[in-house]
């Protein structure tokens, strides 16, 4: 393994065991990393009880992630991102954001995993340093008006981690079982236009 991505693999190790901590708190399971097979990132097991993890990094762009691992690894010469000051920074990490979940929930390579333990959870870290209650604002906004109907079923929940005080913290972003509501509610209005001709 290459310096960078044993930084990568001690970071997503972190974040995940980060999420552990607090699943284990908020559920009283005893969950645990058993493997990490790529994919998916980790393979959690609580006794008789398995779920695996996805995990992503979100960037404003490829310039500050090639500037965050350049720093961080040993031999690298670092290299900053260029662009001072920078423009509309809530919109372009939510832009950056979406974009990222489209692309795991979308993703075929899971079906394995899904099909072996179940659903997944996605645990999403934003790695802006001016991240703030603006930018989660700015996020939540986009994801009301997210088209999640296309997606593949393979996550169960998906998170947004953030750094509050030098906590993690995680938020809650997709859950299946709104979408079941959602779909529910859509069947509901359909069976009613058709068949009361409302």
Known sequence: MRA???????????????????????TSKNFKIIDRPNPPDAILQSGNIYLWVE????????EEAREEYSIDTPGEVPRYHSEHP???PDERITISFIAILHKKLMKESYRE???KFGLGILILTERDPGFDEST???????????DFSGVRWYFKEAYLGYDSMGNLLFQRVYSLNWLYRILF???V??????????
């Open 4 to 26: 960078r991505e044993k930084i990568k693999y001690a970071h997503e190790t972190a974040v995940i065991e980060t999420f552990i901590n607090r699943l284990n708190f908020k």
């Open 189 to 198: 209005v359909r069976y009613l236009r058709v068949y009361l001709g409302l």
């Open 113 to 115: 995993p899904f099909k």
């Open 55 to 62: 995990h992503a990094d979100i960037y404003r762009n490829a």
């Open 185 to 187: 509610y859509l069947r």
């Open 86 to 88: 920078i423009v509309e």
């Open 136 to 146: 989660m604002e700015c996020i939540q906004d986009k994801l009301v008006g997210y």
